[in-house]
Nanobody, 126 residues
């Protein structure tokens, strides 16, 4: 059974940092594009960041560009999201996602992802 498990969320003050991890099990995703999305209360789930299967291509939402960094460690079948200079508007549940097809690029659209984690809560206080 394929599982994506996020960790690293929590409560942090504005200006602080968190590092989210997404560990995959059940199959390898070293050849698959991966991404992070988030959903705030009462809002749609939105794209945050994505990384290609080789890690050479990354995309970011404008709201997080220059503050967040996505990376991957294929030896650990894990994707990370380093979040710096956090703002209260970054408060949301953060979800990891993976594409099913091999050798896929980074992608910004939700419907391009086939596997989703359960999410981890990030709360930024002002």
């Amino acid at each position: 059974q394929v599982q994506l498990v996020e960790s690293g969320g929590g409560l942090v003050q504005a200006g602080g940092s968190l590092r989210l991890s997404c560990a995959a099990s059940g199959r390898s995703f070293v050849n698959n594009g991966m991404g992070w999305f988030r959903q705030a209360p009462g809002k749609e789930r939105e794209f945050v960041a994505a990384i290609s299967w080789r890690g050479g291509t990354t995309y970011y939402a404008d709201a997080v560009k220059d503050r967040f960094t996505i990376s991957r460690d294929n030896a650990k079948n894990t994707v990370y999201l380093q979040m710096n200079s956090l703002k209260p508007e970054d408060t949301a549940v953060y979800y990891c996602a993976a594409r099913r097809t091999y050798y896929t690029n980074a992608a910004r659209l939700r419907n391009e992802y086939d596997y989703w984690g359960q999410g981890t809560q990030v709360t930024v206080s002002s």
